[in-house]
T-cell receptor, first 112, second 111 residues
Protein backbone atom coordinates (compact mmCIF):
# COMPACT_ATOMS: atom_id res chain seq x y z
CA UNK A 1 0.00 0.00 0.00
CA UNK A 2 1.32 3.43 -0.86
CA UNK A 3 1.84 5.73 2.10
CA UNK A 4 0.61 9.25 2.64
CA UNK A 5 1.92 11.53 -0.08
CA UNK A 6 2.39 15.23 0.42
CA UNK A 7 3.29 17.68 -2.31
CA UNK A 8 5.31 19.71 -2.71
CA UNK A 9 8.10 18.71 -0.29
CA UNK A 10 9.64 22.16 -0.16
CA UNK A 11 8.23 25.56 -0.88
CA UNK A 12 9.52 29.12 -0.62
CA UNK A 13 6.98 31.92 -0.69
CA UNK A 14 7.00 35.66 -0.13
CA UNK A 15 5.05 37.42 2.58
CA UNK A 16 1.54 38.24 1.44
CA UNK A 17 1.33 35.40 -1.06
CA UNK A 18 -0.90 32.40 -0.69
CA UNK A 19 -0.02 28.72 -0.83
CA UNK A 20 -1.82 25.44 -1.38
CA UNK A 21 -0.48 22.16 -0.02
CA UNK A 22 -1.74 18.77 -1.11
CA UNK A 23 -2.12 15.45 0.68
CA UNK A 24 -3.09 12.06 -0.72
CA UNK A 25 -4.03 9.67 2.08
CA UNK A 26 -3.55 5.94 2.18
CA UNK A 27 -6.12 4.22 0.00
CA UNK A 28 -9.25 3.48 2.01
CA UNK A 29 -8.51 6.02 4.73
CA UNK A 30 -11.30 8.52 5.12
CA UNK A 31 -9.85 10.72 7.84
CA UNK A 32 -7.21 13.32 7.03
CA UNK A 33 -5.65 15.66 9.57
CA UNK A 34 -3.19 18.51 9.19
CA UNK A 35 -0.56 19.67 11.67
CA UNK A 36 1.90 22.52 11.81
CA UNK A 37 5.28 21.90 13.40
CA UNK A 38 7.59 24.70 14.47
CA UNK A 39 10.54 24.73 16.87
CA UNK A 40 8.75 27.10 19.22
CA UNK A 41 5.23 25.67 19.29
CA UNK A 42 5.85 22.03 18.52
CA UNK A 43 3.13 20.02 16.78
CA UNK A 44 -0.10 21.99 16.53
CA UNK A 45 -3.34 20.61 15.15
CA UNK A 46 -4.80 22.55 12.22
CA UNK A 47 -7.90 20.66 11.09
CA UNK A 48 -9.38 17.26 10.45
CA UNK A 49 -11.60 16.08 7.62
CA UNK A 50 -13.70 12.96 7.43
CA UNK A 51 -15.72 12.12 4.34
CA UNK A 52 -15.35 15.66 2.99
CA UNK A 53 -16.59 17.26 6.23
CA UNK A 54 -14.44 19.27 8.58
CA UNK A 55 -14.77 17.57 11.96
CA UNK A 56 -12.34 19.57 14.02
CA UNK A 57 -10.45 22.81 13.69
CA UNK A 58 -7.49 23.97 15.70
CA UNK A 59 -6.79 27.41 17.03
CA UNK A 60 -5.47 29.03 13.87
CA UNK A 61 -6.61 32.22 12.12
CA UNK A 62 -9.03 32.13 9.23
CA UNK A 63 -6.12 32.49 6.80
CA UNK A 64 -5.70 28.76 7.21
CA UNK A 65 -8.32 26.71 5.43
CA UNK A 66 -8.68 23.25 4.01
CA UNK A 67 -10.91 20.90 2.17
CA UNK A 68 -11.28 17.25 1.35
CA UNK A 69 -12.39 15.82 -1.95
CA UNK A 70 -14.60 12.82 -2.63
CA UNK A 71 -11.51 10.65 -3.22
CA UNK A 72 -10.29 11.63 0.29
CA UNK A 73 -7.43 13.74 -1.06
CA UNK A 74 -7.06 16.92 0.93
CA UNK A 75 -5.66 20.38 0.40
CA UNK A 76 -4.84 23.13 2.81
CA UNK A 77 -4.50 26.75 1.88
CA UNK A 78 -2.80 29.59 3.66
CA UNK A 79 -3.55 33.08 2.43
CA UNK A 80 -1.67 36.30 3.11
CA UNK A 81 1.42 34.47 4.28
CA UNK A 82 3.35 35.76 7.27
CA UNK A 83 6.92 35.02 8.29
CA UNK A 84 5.59 33.06 11.25
CA UNK A 85 3.86 30.62 8.92
CA UNK A 86 7.25 29.11 8.10
CA UNK A 87 6.96 25.56 9.34
CA UNK A 88 6.78 21.90 8.50
CA UNK A 89 3.20 21.06 7.57
CA UNK A 90 2.29 17.44 8.16
CA UNK A 91 -0.67 15.51 6.87
CA UNK A 92 -1.89 12.31 8.50
CA UNK A 93 -4.50 9.81 7.46
CA UNK A 94 -6.40 7.28 9.52
CA UNK A 95 -8.83 4.54 8.58
CA UNK A 96 -11.17 5.60 11.36
CA UNK A 97 -10.98 7.73 14.48
CA UNK A 98 -9.39 6.49 17.66
CA UNK A 99 -6.76 4.62 15.65
CA UNK A 100 -3.15 5.27 14.79
CA UNK A 101 -2.30 7.96 12.27
CA UNK A 102 -0.03 7.58 9.27
CA UNK A 103 1.95 10.66 8.42
CA UNK A 104 3.35 11.96 5.18
CA UNK A 105 6.88 13.33 4.90
CA UNK A 106 5.61 16.87 5.23
CA UNK A 107 5.89 20.08 3.27
CA UNK A 108 8.59 22.47 4.44
CA UNK A 109 7.24 25.98 3.88
CA UNK A 110 9.59 28.93 4.13
CA UNK A 111 8.13 32.43 4.01
CA UNK A 112 10.60 35.17 3.17
CA UNK B 1 -0.56 24.43 23.05
CA UNK B 2 0.67 21.04 24.12
CA UNK B 3 -1.37 19.18 26.69
CA UNK B 4 1.16 16.49 27.37
CA UNK B 5 4.52 16.71 28.97
CA UNK B 6 7.44 14.51 28.19
CA UNK B 7 10.65 14.09 30.01
CA UNK B 8 13.44 14.23 29.59
CA UNK B 9 13.49 16.82 26.81
CA UNK B 10 16.78 15.38 25.64
CA UNK B 11 18.55 12.09 26.29
CA UNK B 12 22.00 11.03 25.16
CA UNK B 13 23.14 7.42 25.60
CA UNK B 14 25.61 4.92 24.21
CA UNK B 15 24.69 2.17 21.80
CA UNK B 16 23.50 -0.91 23.62
CA UNK B 17 22.05 1.02 26.55
CA UNK B 18 18.34 1.30 27.29
CA UNK B 19 16.44 4.54 26.84
CA UNK B 20 13.35 5.46 28.83
CA UNK B 21 11.07 8.35 27.98
CA UNK B 22 8.08 9.45 30.02
CA UNK B 23 4.85 11.14 29.11
CA UNK B 24 2.19 12.69 31.34
CA UNK B 25 -1.24 13.89 30.33
CA UNK B 26 -4.08 15.72 32.00
CA UNK B 27 -7.39 14.32 30.78
CA UNK B 28 -8.87 10.86 30.46
CA UNK B 29 -7.91 8.87 27.39
CA UNK B 30 -9.13 6.01 25.24
CA UNK B 31 -5.61 5.30 24.11
CA UNK B 32 -2.14 6.77 24.06
CA UNK B 33 0.13 6.66 21.05
CA UNK B 34 3.88 6.96 20.56
CA UNK B 35 5.53 8.28 17.44
CA UNK B 36 9.09 8.71 16.20
CA UNK B 37 10.33 11.52 14.02
CA UNK B 38 13.67 11.57 12.29
CA UNK B 39 15.06 15.03 11.76
CA UNK B 40 12.65 17.19 9.77
CA UNK B 41 10.67 14.27 8.42
CA UNK B 42 7.23 12.81 8.99
CA UNK B 43 6.17 10.97 12.10
CA UNK B 44 6.16 7.20 12.25
CA UNK B 45 3.66 5.42 14.48
CA UNK B 46 5.31 3.10 16.99
CA UNK B 47 2.74 1.76 19.45
CA UNK B 48 -0.86 2.42 20.45
CA UNK B 49 -1.81 1.35 23.97
CA UNK B 50 -5.45 1.36 25.02
CA UNK B 51 -6.66 2.59 28.37
CA UNK B 52 -7.45 -0.94 29.54
CA UNK B 53 -3.92 -2.13 28.79
CA UNK B 54 -1.00 -1.74 31.16
CA UNK B 55 1.89 -2.81 28.96
CA UNK B 56 2.56 -3.43 25.30
CA UNK B 57 5.60 -4.67 23.41
CA UNK B 58 6.80 -4.30 19.86
CA UNK B 59 10.26 -5.62 19.10
CA UNK B 60 12.71 -3.65 21.25
CA UNK B 61 9.99 -1.24 22.35
CA UNK B 62 7.98 -1.52 25.53
CA UNK B 63 5.24 0.92 26.48
CA UNK B 64 3.55 1.07 29.85
CA UNK B 65 0.46 3.01 30.81
CA UNK B 66 -0.70 4.02 34.27
CA UNK B 67 -4.09 5.67 33.96
CA UNK B 68 -4.27 6.38 37.69
CA UNK B 69 -1.16 8.54 37.40
CA UNK B 70 -2.02 9.72 33.88
CA UNK B 71 1.41 8.72 32.67
CA UNK B 72 3.07 6.48 30.13
CA UNK B 73 6.61 5.45 29.41
CA UNK B 74 8.44 4.22 26.35
CA UNK B 75 11.43 1.95 26.83
CA UNK B 76 13.82 1.21 23.98
CA UNK B 77 16.11 -1.67 24.83
CA UNK B 78 19.57 -2.30 23.37
CA UNK B 79 19.51 1.03 21.56
CA UNK B 80 21.19 1.57 18.19
CA UNK B 81 22.51 4.68 16.48
CA UNK B 82 19.54 4.40 14.09
CA UNK B 83 17.20 5.00 17.06
CA UNK B 84 18.42 8.61 17.16
CA UNK B 85 15.24 10.64 16.66
CA UNK B 86 12.57 12.63 18.47
CA UNK B 87 9.92 10.62 20.25
CA UNK B 88 6.43 11.95 20.90
CA UNK B 89 3.48 10.73 22.86
CA UNK B 90 0.07 11.68 21.52
CA UNK B 91 -3.41 11.61 22.95
CA UNK B 92 -6.43 11.43 20.65
CA UNK B 93 -9.40 13.65 21.34
CA UNK B 94 -12.57 11.85 22.38
CA UNK B 95 -14.13 12.43 18.99
CA UNK B 96 -12.38 12.27 15.68
CA UNK B 97 -8.75 11.66 14.84
CA UNK B 98 -7.31 14.84 16.31
CA UNK B 99 -4.10 14.13 18.22
CA UNK B 100 -2.59 16.29 20.94
CA UNK B 101 1.16 15.82 21.07
CA UNK B 102 3.64 16.15 23.87
CA UNK B 103 6.74 18.26 23.46
CA UNK B 104 8.87 15.28 22.56
CA UNK B 105 12.11 13.76 23.74
CA UNK B 106 15.18 14.13 21.56
CA UNK B 107 17.10 10.86 21.83
CA UNK B 108 20.71 10.66 20.68
CA UNK B 109 22.36 7.26 20.58
CA UNK B 110 26.12 7.52 20.26
CA UNK B 111 27.95 4.73 18.41
Amino acid sequence: KAGVTQTPRYLIKTRGQQVTLSCSPISGHRSVSWYQQTPGQGLQFLFEYFSETQRNKGNFPGRFSGRQFSNSRSEMNVSTLELGDSALYLCASSPWWDTEAFFGQGTRLTVV
Amino acid sequence: SQQGEEDPQALSIQEGENATMNCSYKTSINNLQWYRQNSGRGLVHLILIRSNEREKHSGRLRVTLDTSKKSSSLLITASRAADTASYFCARPETSGSRLTFGEGTQLTVNP
